[in-house]
């Protein structure tokens, strides 16, 4: 987790700021925009994740350079059950249009190998080849291609020319496999050399099944690197959104928990690294998605942080934020899932590096106090509490610290999920 830009806040910028909410920041396609729509009753939310634009920002990646003659293979963990899929990708950050070669889905066998038997050719508005032009968000055609919550789907993507820079997700907390050549129907993972930790072009997979008038039960966690999972075990699925949607299947409650955490992100500004603000991208990677009855916001951290670092490519135009202005955009969040008629959970923000005192401290304190006191959430879950240390409270307790003294480990991360009460979702 990083910190992040903020330009002060005149009355005009607030009101600004405020409706952004409620403006979606892309034009999606015609296939992406039907997805919570025509033919809702048929398709729940499977996975998902949160994307941005082309950069360099945690880890090394392939999106500024994109892909040429190349084969990108990617893991997914479903959380729904299903007999039919269908595979979402985005050019939502392209300036160009993108052109797919082919691609496929299948059942991973661990790594970059597929399962044999499941291999399905994806195509989209029947073309197996398509163009997506910039800015837009398509579906697949469906695919028959039965999954069970917890099933890992391997989705392969190949270019047999310039891609362009890739609309991508960084902090996948997951290998990515790349391959030169068209490798697109291989079964094994001998071609796949090269690995990455982040997803490129891939924004969702849903899952049919569901029967018709199912409730709306999609759990939506949204936020920046706790939510992301970073430092979690890279492959192993232990962010704190995969313990809860374990946690709720373990106890006959499952349902879809989608991921919508960037690494880096923050409330109130843009970055060209870490994502639109919070306010801008939660239309899309909130609302957007089907059937949300419930979202846990986890965010703040990175507005307080950036504002005591040195300003960079990444945290430009950064200054001190208030809770004041903080909490101003938490309401504009909540209205705007209110409106939606979704629950809205309130996460304390936890201790850790760079917060331990003076300005950041109190502002994370003053903005703590509000979600937990102030009544505007439905209702709060208190990581502050359950991750700090009892006896250095601005601290995280060691045994749920990952070493860098921000970011749990994969305890702290199942502390995360078990302090989330199931019955408020």
Not at 278 to 293: E, K, P, W, Y
Not at 379 to 397: H, I, Q, S, Y
Request: proline share 5%.
């Amino acid at each position: 987790m990083r910190a992040f830009v903020r330009l002060p806040l005149t009355a005009a910028a607030l009101a600004a700021l405020l409706i952004t909410a409620a403006a979606p920041a892309h034009t999606a396609s015609a296939s992406a925009s039907a997805s919570a729509s025509a033919g809702a009753h048929r398709w729940t939310a499977g996975w998902a994740t949160a994307v941005q634009r082309p950069s360099q920002s945690w880890y090394p990646t392939w999106a500024e350079a994109g892909f040429d003659h190349q084969t990108v293979r990617q893991t997914v963990r479903v959380g729904a059950d299903g007999s039919e899929l269908r595979v979402r990708l985005s050019n939502a950050f392209g300036t160009t249009p993108l052109r797919l070669t082919g691609a496929t889905v299948g059942i991973s066998a661990g790594g970059a190998a597929v399962r044999p038997g499941t291999v399905r050719t994806l195509t989209f508005g029947g073309s197996a080849s398509p163009s997506v032009r910039p800015g837009d968000r398509p579906a697949s055609d469906p695919v028959r291609l039965p999954v069970k919550a917890g099933d890992r789907l391997a989705v392969t993507l190949y270019f047999d020319g310039p891609s362009g820079p890739a609309t991508f997700h960084n902090v996948a907390m997951e290998d990515t496999y790349r391959a030169d050549g068209d490798h697109r129907a291989d079964l094994g993972a001998d071609a796949f050399a090269q690995k990455s930790a982040s997803w490129y072009f891939l924004e969702g997979v849903d899952v049919a099944g569901a029967p018709a008038g199912a409730r709306r039960d999609t759990v939506v966690t949204f936020g920046d690197s706790l939510t992301d999972g970073a430092a979690s075990t890279t492959g192993a699925d232990n962010r704190y959104p995969d313990q809860l949607s374990r946690r709720l299947a373990s106890e006959g409650r499952q349902r879809p928990v989608l991921n919508a955490g960037i690494g880096g992100n923050r409330v109130l500004s843009d970055s060209a690294c870490f994502g639109e603000k919070a306010t801008t991208r939660f239309r899309h990677d909130v609302l957007g998605q089907i059937r949300v009855g419930t979202v846990i916001v986890l965010e703040g951290t990175n507005d307080i942080l950036m504002g005591e670092t040195a300003a960079n490519a990444c945290t430009t135009t950064n200054r001190r934020v208030t809770a004041a202005e903080l909490i101003e955009g938490h309401r504009a969040l909540i209205r705007a899932a209110r409106a939606r008629g979704i629950t809205v959970v309130g996460a304390t923000l936890p201790p850790g590096k760079g917060l331990e005192s003076g300005i950041p401290a109190r502002t994370r304190a003053a903005l703590n106090e509000w979600i937990r006191t102030g009544g505007a959430y439905d209702t709060v879950v208190d990581f502050d509490r359950v991750l700090a240390d009892p006896l250095n409270p601005g601290r995280l307790l060691p045994a749920y610290d990952s070493g860098d003294g921000l970011h749990p480990n994969d305890a702290g991360y199942r502390a995360m999920a078990d302090a989330v009460d199931l019955d408020s979702l």
